[in-house]
């Protein structure tokens, strides 16, 4: 499930890159990338490969972490502009917006410095493994990573079943209903501390399938923006301003 995730990110990015290369869809570029970066870094080989360049105290978790916050605030801001949530918009950009992304960001790195961090190994498998006040705290510093993104994932979920249940194309329909599933997979990720270790799987699933969800339903309002679509009846626009870069 990593190899076809990472193959469809970093195919989806490879063919975006030409137009934002022309300056067109930037944003939707920029989230491929850091999607695909994302899931390179949940691997593996690559992850420690990466940190043992960087020390070899897996520091690229702490930055994987917010390279997703990053792609997941940019998913937002381009999901509730072309959905027409103003509301949804306002609580990812405003005040709101900025004291969820500090709150999580302040408690990832807080989380981070507590723990005996040395020797790499994606997902901190390693440093879990020294004593329970490790692994203790790798619990608390993945529900902290996952606060951000539940909270973007929950913000957009009535536009995007708002979507779904309107008379609005096909293809904008089923973008809406793949983005509602990853929303939703997203913040049953914060039931992960409460996931008995002998299905550990279910944490897997979850995250790939939010990943998934989130691009294939990013591609699918592409496809649809290229057909010239009707969302902009939502605003009363051009359909040019239902999905602005």
Same mark, same amino acid.
């Not at 004291?99 to 040395?118: C, E, K, Q």
């Not at 897997?204 to 923006?225: P, R, S």
């Not at 009846?233 to 051009?238: A, E, F, K, N, Q």
């Given at each position: 499930?990593?190899?076809?995730?990472?193959?469809?990110?970093?195919?989806?990015?490879?063919?975006?890159?030409?137009?934002?290369?022309?300056?067109?869809?930037?944003?939707? *570029?920029?989230?491929?990338?850091?999607?695909?970066?994302?899931?390179?870094?949940?691997?593996?080989?690559?992850?420690?490969?990466?940190?043992?360049?960087?020390?070899?105290?897996? +520091?690229?978790?702490?930055?994987?972490?917010?390279?997703?916050?990053?792609?997941? *605030?940019?998913?937002?801001?381009?999901?509730?502009?072309?959905?027409?949530?103003?509301?949804?918009?306002?609580?990812?950009?405003?005040?709101?917006?900025?004291?969820?992304?500090?709150?999580?960001?302040?408690?990832?790195?807080?989380?981070?410095?507590?723990?005996?961090?040395?020797?790499?190994?994606?997902?901190?498998?390693?440093?879990?493994?020294?004593?329970?006040?490790?692994?203790?705290?790798?619990?608390?510093?993945?529900?902290?990573?996952?606060?951000?993104?539940?909270?973007?994932?929950? +913000?957009?979920?009535?536009?995007?079943?708002?979507?779904?249940?309107?008379?609005?194309?096909?293809?904008?329909?089923?973008?809406?209903?793949?983005?509602?599933?990853?929303? +939703?997979?997203?913040?049953?990720?914060?039931?992960?501390?409460?996931?008995?270790?002998?299905?550990?799987?279910?944490?897997?699933?979850?995250?790939?399938?939010?990943?998934?969800?989130? +691009?294939?339903?990013?591609?699918?309002?592409?496809?649809?923006?290229?057909?010239?679509?009707?969302?902009?009846?939502?605003?009363?626009?051009?359909?040019?301003?239902?999905?602005?870069?």
């Amino acid at each position: 499930m990593q190899w076809v995730t990472l193959l469809v990110c970093g195919g989806l990015a490879a063919a975006r890159a030409p137009s934002a290369l022309r300056g067109e869809n930037r944003s939707m *570029f920029g989230i491929l990338l850091l999607m695909t970066l994302a899931i390179l870094l949940s691997m593996q080989a690559p992850y420690v490969a990466i940190d043992q360049v960087l020390g070899g105290h897996n +520091v690229t978790n702490l930055i994987l972490r917010f390279i997703i916050f990053g792609a997941i *605030f940019l998913v937002g801001i381009r999901v509730a502009r072309g959905f027409a949530a103003d509301g949804a918009l306002r609580l990812i950009t405003g005040w709101a917006g900025v004291v969820a992304i500090v709150l999580a960001g302040v408690a990832v790195i807080v989380t981070f410095l507590l723990m005996d961090t040395a020797g790499s190994s994606a997902g901190l498998t390693s440093v879990a493994a020294k004593d329970g006040r490790n692994a203790a705290l790798v619990e608390y510093y993945g529900a902290a990573g996952r606060l951000y993104p539940s909270y973007i994932s929950l +913000v957009l979920l009535p536009a995007m079943v708002r979507v779904f249940r309107s008379r609005l194309p096909v293809l904008i329909r089923a973008a809406a209903l793949l983005l509602s599933v990853g929303a +939703v997979a997203i913040a049953l990720s914060l039931l992960f501390p409460i996931i008995p270790r002998g299905m550990g799987i279910l944490r897997f699933i979850v995250n790939y399938t939010a990943v998934l969800c989130y +691009v294939l339903g990013l591609a699918l309002i592409w496809l649809d923006k290229l057909r010239s679509h009707p969302l902009a009846r939502l605003r009363g626009t051009h359909p040019a301003a239902a999905a602005p870069d």
